[in-house]
């Protein structure tokens, strides 16, 4: 089966599709670009994670979770022995960058502050929710509705 391009009507659009492009009227001049999706957002840890050395690592990048990344953890042995785990080996899939580690896996993940482990936890259901790393709050004493960004600040500076 051959297929082929439909040329559109003179009658409905008034010009010739044989003209040149100089004679075409700018239909559209202004063409929206697509909006990029973002895949990856920074972080900065409450506490950070100390390597062997004694190095402070607290700023960081997450990516965008996979459906393969929430599916494959639930093969792994240590959550099949305790679900806890799970959030564990699914954060050393999708953290990115971690201070100046070459490499962030679940190891790093489980030798983690409890803060941070939350922390990321939240962070994590944010980003993969939402699609953003925005909150909406409101203040106790005005009841003011606002944002506040999660990723990229410690917490209580927003």
């Known amino acids: 089966m051959r297929r082929t391009a439909l040329r559109p009507a003179t009658v409905a659009t008034g010009t010739d599709p044989a003209a040149p492009p100089a004679q075409q009227p700018a239909a559209a001049e202004h063409v929206a670009e697509p909006r990029r ?8 840890l409450p506490r950070g994670y100390v390597d062997e050395s004694g190095t402070v690592h607290r700023t960081g ?23 806890a785990y799970l959030s564990v080996v699914l954060l050393g899939r999708v953290i990115t960058r971690l201070g100046t580690l070459p490499m962030v896996h679940d ?10 482990l939350a922390f990321l936890q939240d962070f ?9 790393t925005r909150a909406g709050v409101t203040c ?17 500076e927003s």
């Open 61 to 83: 990048a997450m990516r965008l979770a996979t459906a393969r990344d929430e599916l494959v953890p639930l093969r792994d042995v240590r959550v099949q022995e305790n679900p």
């Open 37 to 44: 999706l973002r895949t990856e957002f920074e972080f900065e």
């Open 140 to 156: 106790p004493h005005c009841e003011h509705a606002f944002e506040v960004e999660l990723g990229g600040s410690r917490l209580g």
């Open 124 to 132: 994590y259901r944010q980003v993969n929710a939402e699609g953003h």
């Open 107 to 116: 190891g790093v993940v489980e030798n983690m502050f409890a803060s941070d």
